[in-house]
């Protein structure tokens, strides 16, 4: 990878690739880092088992992937999803 990330940003982008309805192109926007960076990123992070569970999870899922996503879905959160304000969560 071509920039340093902090250790909360690893966390994050690790928490958003392992999200299931959370695409490549989320990562991408918010962290300018390719899926297959992405995958480089997670095969360095995590044990073995963990990254094989997670490639074989992700591999070829509709909702990681934006262009196979039913169309109309072109959010990158639920909007069930609560917000997080200043590490608090707000109550809806």
Same mark, same amino acid.
């Given at each position: =990878?071509?920039? $340093?990330? +902090?250790?909360? &940003?690893?966390?994050? @982008? @690790? *928490? =958003? #690739? ?6 490549? *192109? ?6 300018? $880092?390719?899926? &297959?960076?992405? @995958? *480089? $990123?997670?095969? #360095?992070? =995590?044990?073995? +088992?963990?990254? /094989? =569970?997670?490639?074989?999870?992700? &591999?070829?899922? #509709?909702?990681? %992937? #934006? ?9 990158? /959160?639920?909007? $069930? &999803?609560?917000?997080?304000? %200043?590490? /608090? @969560? +707000?109550?809806?």
């Amino acid at each position: =990878m071509d920039k $340093l990330l +902090s250790v909360e &940003q690893i966390d994050r @982008i @690790i *928490e =958003m #690739a392992w999200e299931d309805r959370t695409p490549f *192109e989320a990562i991408k926007f918010q962290f300018n $880092l390719s899926e &297959q960076q992405v @995958i *480089e $990123l997670m095969r #360095a992070e =995590m044990k073995l +088992s963990s990254f /094989k =569970m997670w490639r074989k999870r992700v &591999q070829g899922r #509709a909702t990681k %992937h #934006a262009k196979l996503r039913v169309d109309g879905i072109d959010r990158f /959160k639920c909007t $069930l &999803q609560k917000q997080i304000t %200043h590490n /608090k @969560i +707000s109550k809806r």
